[in-house]
């Protein structure tokens, strides 16, 4: 079983800054893809960020040059560091992992709990 904690949200005025942190601890062999969707209300999940175990990185078009993504391997823990937040980036923000864990046949994906975002002055 693998676990995945988020943290880092939280209210920020618009312009300002968070950064996101997801940890993924338990049964781990390898993970494949660590990224960030978001979801507000109404709408629905969104990718927002995505990083590959090769250290590709992917962008929303809504994010990009404002939001990174970045990833410490060794502590299988990935960031999204958000810049320039604007009113409507508020969301709950999840993390999710493709995981391969140890002694399993193939790979599962796994959610974090969320973390909400508000972005207002």
């Known amino acids: 079983q693998v676990q995945l904690v988020e943290s880092g949200g939280g209210l920020v005025q618009p312009g300002g800054s968070l950064r996101l942190s997801c940890a993924a601890s338990?049964?781990?062999?390898?993970?494949?893809?660590m990224d960030w969707y978001r979801q507000a209300p109404g709408k629905q999940r969104e990718l927002v960020a995505m990083?590959?175990?090769?250290?590709?990185?992917n962008y929303a078009d809504s994010v990009k040059g404002r939001f990174t993504i970045s990833r410490d391997s060794a502590k299988n823990t990935v960031y999204l560091q958000m810049n320039s937040l604007r009113p409507e980036d508020a969301a709950v923000y999840y993390c999710?992992?493709?995981?391969?864990?140890?002694?399993?046949?193939?790979?599962?994906?796994?959610w974090g709990q969320g973390t909400q975002v508000t972005v207002s002055s």
């Open positions: 990083s590959t175990s090769s250290g590709a990185t």
């Open positions: 999710h992992a493709v995981v391969q864990s140890t002694g399993v046949a193939r790979p599962y994906n796994y």
């Open positions: 338990g049964s781990i062999s390898s993970i494949y893809v």
